[in-house]
């Protein structure tokens, strides 16, 4: 009898396993949905009267120009194809980091041969070739050091939106580290785009880019963030760069280390 009992115990027990079993197998698998109201960011290449405003010395006549142009169209293709498979990761990144939510509906993104800088925010521009020097070109470098300046120059952006229509009175915008500036704003960028890219570009391959003369010298403040904001604001989604920011009060010692020099 115990052992009829035994039996039918384990009879129930692989039943209600397989059932189980068949229950959870063929649940429908139901993805996140792609958001909708990111930016979308197109590259731009005819860029004619940046180009001759920035370089008037040497775009000197419509040639020239458009060689340029024709040069950029013939390489933007690791651009596109870059956007296409982390485009949408980068920016869901930056906003969850960063606090702040993407306004802008389009982002245009001037793609030049030569330009002054490794980006400018605003109009956003960026070289492919280098920056062009009076007797000699600087050169943007690998791929991995343009998809850092590329995540770089959104940072930039989206700590910009605060500064659009609507906003006036957000008290983000007016905290002193929010001042334009190589040791405030831009320093608050590049707190943005390091903890963005470490989620996106291999580490070995990040360090030997931020360890080059050519990071340094286009982003001079740093020192400041290594010193400064890399260990002590560690950006999450729960605690992200505006969360540090409303802890940061207008005359700490770190607003009086990072005010501009006279």
């Not at 180009?51 to 040639?63: A, H, I």
């Not at 050169?139 to 609507?166: C, D, F, W, Y």
Request: net charge negative.
């Amino acid at each position: 009898m115990k052992k009829c009992i035994f039996i039918f115990l384990v009879f129930l027990l692989v039943t209600a396993a397989a059932a189980q079993e068949e229950k959870t197998s063929f649940l429908p698998y139901a993805p996140e949905p792609l958001r909708t109201d990111l930016p979308t960011v197109a590259f731009r290449t005819d860029n004619r009267l940046l180009m001759k405003s920035f370089y008037p010395e040497y775009y000197t006549n419509d040639y020239v120009v458009g060689r340029d142009i024709r040069w950029v169209e013939r390489n933007d293709s690791a651009f596109a194809a870059l956007w296409d498979s982390l485009g949408y990761n980068i920016l869901v990144l930056i906003e969850e980091l960063s606090g702040i939510k993407w306004q802008e509906r389009k982002i245009d993104i001037n793609l030049m041969k030569y330009f002054r800088d490794d980006v400018l925010f605003d109009p956003p521009c960026m070289p492919l070739e280098g920056i062009k020097m009076e007797n000699y070109v600087e050169v943007s470098g690998p791929g991995l050091q343009q998809t850092l300046n590329l995540i770089k120059l959104l940072a930039g952006r989206n700590l910009m939106q605060n500064e659009l229509p609507g906003n006036t009175y957000d008290p983000i915008i007016n905290h002193p580290l929010m001042e334009k500036s190589s040791f405030r704003f831009d320093v608050l960028t590049i707190t943005l785009a390091m903890a963005c890219a470490e989620q996106i570009l291999p580490g070995d391959s990040l360090r030997k880019i931020t360890n080059s003369y050519v990071w340094r010298r286009h982003n001079p403040g740093w020192e400041i963030y290594q010193n400064h904001f890399r260990f002590s604001w560690v950006l999450s989604s729960e605690q992200p760069l505006t969360f540090y920011l409303s802890q940061e009060p207008y005359d700490s010692p770190l607003v009086s280390l990072t005010r501009p020099p006279r």
